[in-house]
């Protein structure tokens, strides 16, 4: 097996695998080295799961000697720890799930084992999946592996760790206002937030029902398409979920640049990238449009009622009796007194304070001025992104408005963490997709990416346009 | 800036328990995140439709038939149990 091993991509892996170059179990031990001795720093992996590795990687090589499988056989991966994979600790890196051990397989995870995929471990990520740094976890932060000081983004944080520290060939995120194209932007990997019912999410531990999609985290454009076309489709356990991913042509490139998004508080070397490869698509022979899409100004407002209205439904249903962590002593003699000690003990600040928030906006007296509103400002952000992708192909702007910031830079003022999502969050009103890829590094090494959003299901037309970019400006 | 009653009043409807320590940091942080989704109080939205979800499947039916699965793992996931059944403290009480 080449030395580099862990720096390859699915369709490098998966020859190797049919060539007889090396087996699963080979790769798999190798990662799982790999993994002992950097994950030390990184802390990519809540639960490295050993064992389950090295039991699905023989029977991934007993099917390619069969000739059976597809191309994810045989290949190793990391899963966010809110993804479920029976008879395996699932936290949401929570101390309320510390010891939960998941009853049943997400639709993914069991359309990943059919394909003989082999599962490394369980990675790390803000509590609840709520944060944009993984400083939120209840167990420890992870670290970018492009400078450890600083994070990996959040709050698919370990799965983008992960990729970026070659721990693992691709992972699988969830992403709600950014989740999993925020940290692929920080770690300088490629990530896509598909069209909401694109994939199942059955088995995913639900934050806000309206806006969470499952996705790949990646190592190039090629690879992110390969997993999805894998997850994605109808699934009877997600009402939600369809079968309308679209074949696309496309015959002249048109792209749209909000202006909106090269607004106050955007990052000057980050705007620089991006505008180069505005430059560079301008040369290729694509149509650059300006427009303006004139409500991005109200979407994190926005977001940040609607996604806690719904966290404070989805969380209600955590009271520590049927599974969870109890923490009840015997002083306590009410059902009452047990709910509160559990919740209380349970769940940590961001996640308290998201529920508080949302159980406010929908309380008594706050309901019309707050969530009914987010409700309205929610279809004009929908019609927004309809309006414009009715004429033109792809909506390009950043993916972050900054550089990944230091571990602690950020973690005391609310409303600077939450600035993080301004690019990402409309995305999931709108429920169209949106890919991050990586598009060069600041002058202090740091990686950059940019956002392509498209119209609900043509993930097609953001593939194409971002393996043009990737072509010219590499993978990190 | 939110008061402390009204923090206290929404901890109780979130079935959270709020620190006498915790209620000014509380009181703090919600306020800028309140002041911050006030935003959308500028806009006239007369006559917009509300979007509360964006599935555009229809009902999905199924027959109405049982199917046996499993449950140990469920009853072993119990914090506490008698048996197979799922124990918990007094549900009827008086408020005080």
Do not use: W
Not at chain 1, 97 to 109: F, Q
Not at chain 1, 299 to 307: E, G, K, R, S, T
Not at chain 1, 367 to 389: G, M, S
Not at chain 1, 455 to 468: R, T
């Amino acid at each position: 097996m080449k030395t580099d091993f862990y720096k390859m991509t699915i369709g490098e892996v998966s020859e190797g695998l049919r060539n007889k170059e090396f087996t699963s179990l080979e790769l798999t031990k190798a990662f799982l080295e790999r993994i002992k001795e950097k994950d030390k720093e990184i802390k990519a992996y809540i639960n490295v799961t050993e064992d389950l590795a090295l039991e699905q990687a023989k029977i991934a090589d007993e099917m390619i000697k069969k000739g059976e499988g597809n191309i994810l056989t045989g290949i190793p991966c990391a899963i966010k720890d809110n993804i479920m994979i029976k008879g395996v600790k699932c936290t949401a890196a929570s101390k309320f799930l510390e010891n939960y051990i998941a009853e049943y397989d997400a639709t993914v995870i069991e359309k990943l084992k059919k394909s003989g995929a082999v599962f490394l471990g369980k990675t790390n990520l803000d509590e609840f999946a709520m944060g944009s740094s993984c400083e939120n976890s209840a167990f420890f932060p992870t670290r970018n592996p492009h400078d450890l000081e600083r994070v990996p983004g959040g709050s698919s944080g370990g799965s983008a760790a992960a990729v970026a520290g070659d721990l693992c060939v691709y992972a699988l995120g969830s992403d709600t206002g950014g989740s999993i194209r925020q940290p692929a932007s920080f770690c300088g990997i490629t990530g896509i937030k598909p069209t909401y019912g694109a994939v199942s999410r059955y088995g995913l531990i639900a934050f806000a029902s309206s806006l969470d999609q499952i996705g790949p985290m990646t190592k190039t454009v090629e690879d992110c398409k390969i997993v999805l076309d894998v997850i994605k489709g109808k699934d009877k356990m997600d009402s939600t979920s369809t079968d309308s991913i679209k074949e696309v042509k496309m015959d002249k490139i048109r792209i749209v640049v909000p202006k909106e998004y090269f607004g106050e508080g955007l990052d000057k070397e980050v705007e620089k990238s991006v505008k180069d490869v505005i430059e560079f698509l301008k040369s290729s022979g694509a149509e650059i449009v300006e427009v303006s899409l004139p409500n991005t100004d109200y979407a994190l407002a926005c977001y940040y009622i609607i996604a806690p209205a719904e966290a404070s439904a989805n969380l209600a249903r955590f009271d520590g009796l049927r599974y969870g962590i109890a923490f009840d002593g015997n002083e306590v003699d009410k059902v009452m007194d047990i709910y509160l000690n559990n919740r209380t003990n349970g769940f940590g600040k961001e996640v308290k304070k998201r529920i508080m928030l949302g159980t406010y906006t929908l309380s008594s007296g706050y309901y019309d001025a707050f969530y009914k509103r987010a409700l309205k400002v929610r279809t004009l952000i929908r019609q927004d992104f309809e309006k414009v992708l009715e004429k033109v192909d792809i909506i390009l702007g950043p993916t972050s408005p900054c550089l990944p910031f230091k571990i602690g830079e950020k973690s005391d003022d609310p409303m600077s963490m939450y600035l993080a999502d301004i690019y990402t969050v409309s995305i999931n009103l709108a429920g169209v997709p949106g890919i991050s890829i990586p598009c060069g590094k600041s002058s202090t090494g740091l990686p950059i990416g940019l956002q392509l959003i498209g119209a609900p299901f043509e993930e097609e037309k953001l593939f194409i346009i971002s393996s043009l970019i990737e072509k010219k400006y590499g993978r990190n | 800036m939110i008061s402390e009653e009204e923090i206290r009043k929404i901890a109780k409807l979130s079935y959270l328990k709020i620190n006498d320590n915790e209620i000014e940091e509380m009181r703090d942080k919600f306020s800028s995140i309140l002041d911050y989704i006030n935003k959308l109080q500028e806009l006239n939205l007369d006559n917009i439709a509300e979007t509360a979800n964006l599935s555009k499947t229809d009902n999905v039916f199924r027959e109405d038939v049982s199917e046996k699965k499993d449950s140990e793992g469920l009853i072993n996931a119990f914090s506490k149990k008698k048996d197979r059944f799922l124990e918990v403290k007094k549900i009827l009480y008086n408020e005080d």
